[in-house]
């Protein structure tokens, strides 16, 4: 299949131009540049109106517990499917795949259906793609565990970093910590070494502390602000390194629940478009009007907006990221090239796959989005397949 879709606004982190053609040939972007330019539909390709739409990459959410009622961090393969059949209507195209730990043991099971998901995605069916595992957890801090149960923490363990890497297969992409606990700096000179990205978060840190583990090979921050000693102007604490350190990025979760708007726009500030990372945090209970739901076996019920559990502890969000990109535009001062770039091109950059996703780049993976000029979601391409289009673009998109 090859169409061009014409005279659109085309915005990555590379570009915002508003008068564009991007020509797709079967999975992958085939070229792009100046609508009418030069011919970039040839051969029969059908040529698609899409004048006033705006086409940007595919989201790319690298933390993420579920949404549509589908959790992710499950022992069935088949729940985390129906996610990737889901999750495009709001704009995503790929996704880490977030497990947490187990009490009393490493959640093999979960990682064993992680992989059967990651291993077995069909990239002609139009879903959203499983990149690899993000595990948050289990070296995490006892003083800064959010929703995560004291049973499931453990203590850094050589042997056992041993023991994850292989069960894992080379899908782990990513791993959040707290780089304080006994044992952690082996631990992430270790994980650093396969290639994973090694974020701290959930963590008592201070920010000699957090210092440190950024020269250790720490390239990533968890939920900035969440589940971490704060930013004060005495005891600085790990965002003021992070802002420091030109190699670290970091994740926000934009629902304005777990970091006020004014915040949300004082962490662009600091670390620059170039380094921040939108994320959801999102749960099952993410895009569906069911208030109860469980977070790995914790009842939790959604109110006012907010998942809490029982104990009203904040976890996870409810947060897609289209909202999320509206939110960013609406509270910070981010122009929409910049919120494109925080949730295309440097989730892409944490989770190894820049080189072929989070661009509108000839060779790259067509993973796109077509909003109108409200910003609303027309349809959303997974390796050029449709996933998720109104009735109108449908039509528009299908080639008979």
Same mark, same amino acid.
């Given at each position: 299949?090859?169409?061009?879709?014409?005279?659109?606004?085309?915005?990555?982190?590379?570009?915002?131009?508003?008068?564009?053609?991007?020509?797709?040939?079967?999975?992958?972007?085939?070229?792009?540049?100046?609508?009418?330019?030069?011919?970039?539909?040839?051969?029969?390709?059908?040529?698609?109106?899409?004048?006033?739409?705006?086409?940007?990459?595919?989201?790319?959410? /690298?933390?993420?517990? !579920?949404?549509?009622?589908?959790?992710?961090? #499950? +022992?069935?393969?088949?729940? &985390?499917?129906? =996610?990737?059949?889901?999750?495009?209507?709001?704009?995503?195209?790929?996704?880490?795949?977030?497990? /947490?730990?187990?009490? !009393?043991?490493?959640?093999?099971?979960?990682? #064993? +259906?992680?992989?059967?998901? &990651?291993?077995? =995605?069909?990239?002609?069916?139009?879903?959203?793609?499983?990149?690899?595992?993000?595990?948050?957890?289990?070296?995490?801090?006892?003083?800064?565990?959010?929703?995560?149960?004291?049973?499931?923490?453990?203590?850094?363990?050589?042997?056992?970093?041993?023991?994850?890497?292989?069960?894992?297969?080379?899908?782990?992409?990513?791993?959040?910590?707290?780089?304080?606990?006994?044992?952690a700096p082996a631990i992430i000179r270790r994980l650093v070494e396969a290639g994973v990205t090694v974020s701290m978060g959930h963590t008592d840190a201070t920010y000699e502390q957090a210092c440190e583990a950024i020269q250790l090979g720490i390239t990533h921050m968890t939920h900035c602000f969440n589940a971490m000693r704060s930013l004060h102007h005495r005891n600085p604490g790990p965002i003021a390194a992070v802002a420091?350190?030109?190699?670290?990025?970091?994740?926000?979760?934009?629902?304005?629940?777990?970091?006020?708007?004014?915040?949300?726009?004082?962490?662009?500030?600091?670390?620059?478009?170039?380094?921040?990372?939108?994320?959801?945090?999102?749960?099952?209970?993410?895009?569906?009007?069911?208030?109860?739901?469980?977070?790995?076996?914790?009842?939790?019920?959604?109110?006012?907006?907010?998942?809490?559990?029982?104990?009203?502890?904040?976890?996870?969000?409810?947060?897609?990221?289209?909202?999320?990109?509206?939110?960013?535009?609406?509270?910070?001062?981010?122009?929409?090239?910049?919120?494109?770039?925080?949730?295309?091109?440097?989730?892409?950059?944490?989770?190894?796959?820049?080189?072929?996703?989070?661009?509108?780049?000839?060779?790259?993976?067509?993973?796109?989005?077509?909003?109108?000029?409200?910003?609303?979601?027309?349809?959303?391409?997974?390796?050029?397949?449709?996933?998720?289009?109104?009735?109108?673009?449908?039509?528009?998109?299908?080639?008979?």
């Amino acid at each position: 299949m090859r169409f061009t879709l014409r005279g659109t606004r085309l915005v990555d982190a590379g570009r915002d131009t508003s008068n564009g053609d991007i020509t797709i040939n079967g999975s992958t972007i085939e070229a792009v540049g100046v609508a009418g330019e030069k011919p970039t539909a040839r051969d029969g390709g059908k040529i698609i109106d899409a004048n006033g739409m705006i086409v940007t990459p595919g989201f790319i959410d /690298v933390h993420t517990h !579920g949404g549509g009622g589908f959790n992710l961090h #499950s +022992t069935d393969v088949e729940e &985390i499917r129906a =996610y990737t059949r889901w999750v495009p209507r709001t704009g995503v195209t790929s996704f880490l795949i977030g497990v /947490v730990g187990v009490p !009393g043991a490493l959640p093999e099971q979960q990682i #064993s +259906t992680a992989i059967q998901a &990651i291993e077995g =995605y069909d990239p002609t069916g139009g879903s959203a793609e499983p990149l690899g595992i993000h595990l948050e957890g289990p070296y995490i801090s006892l003083h800064r565990k959010g929703a995560h149960l004291p049973e499931w923490l453990r203590t850094p363990n050589e042997a056992e970093t041993e023991r994850l890497l292989a069960l894992t297969g080379g899908h782990l992409s990513l791993i959040t910590l707290a780089p304080e606990l006994p044992g952690a700096p082996a631990i992430i000179r270790r994980l650093v070494e396969a290639g994973v990205t090694v974020s701290m978060g959930h963590t008592d840190a201070t920010y000699e502390q957090a210092c440190e583990a950024i020269q250790l090979g720490i390239t990533h921050m968890t939920h900035c602000f969440n589940a971490m000693r704060s930013l004060h102007h005495r005891n600085p604490g790990p965002i003021a390194a992070v802002a420091q350190s030109s190699q670290v990025r970091g994740e926000l979760i934009a629902d304005g629940v777990h970091v006020h708007p004014a915040m949300m726009d004082v962490l662009v500030k600091l670390l620059g478009p170039e380094r921040t990372i939108v994320i959801t945090d999102a749960l099952a209970a993410a895009g569906i009007d069911h208030a109860t739901f469980e977070f790995a076996g914790q009842p939790a019920q959604v109110i006012c907006g907010v998942a809490r559990l029982a104990d009203g502890t904040i976890t996870g969000s409810v947060l897609t990221l289209d909202q999320a990109l509206r939110n960013m535009l609406g509270w910070t001062e981010s122009s929409l090239q910049d919120v494109v770039r925080m949730l295309t091109y440097n989730p892409a950059q944490a989770a190894h796959v820049s080189n072929r996703k989070g661009c509108l780049q000839p060779g790259y993976d067509a993973d796109l989005l077509i909003y109108d000029s409200s910003l609303t979601l027309q349809a959303t391409l997974c390796r050029g397949a449709i996933a998720y289009a109104t009735d109108e673009w449908r039509e528009r998109l299908t080639i008979r």
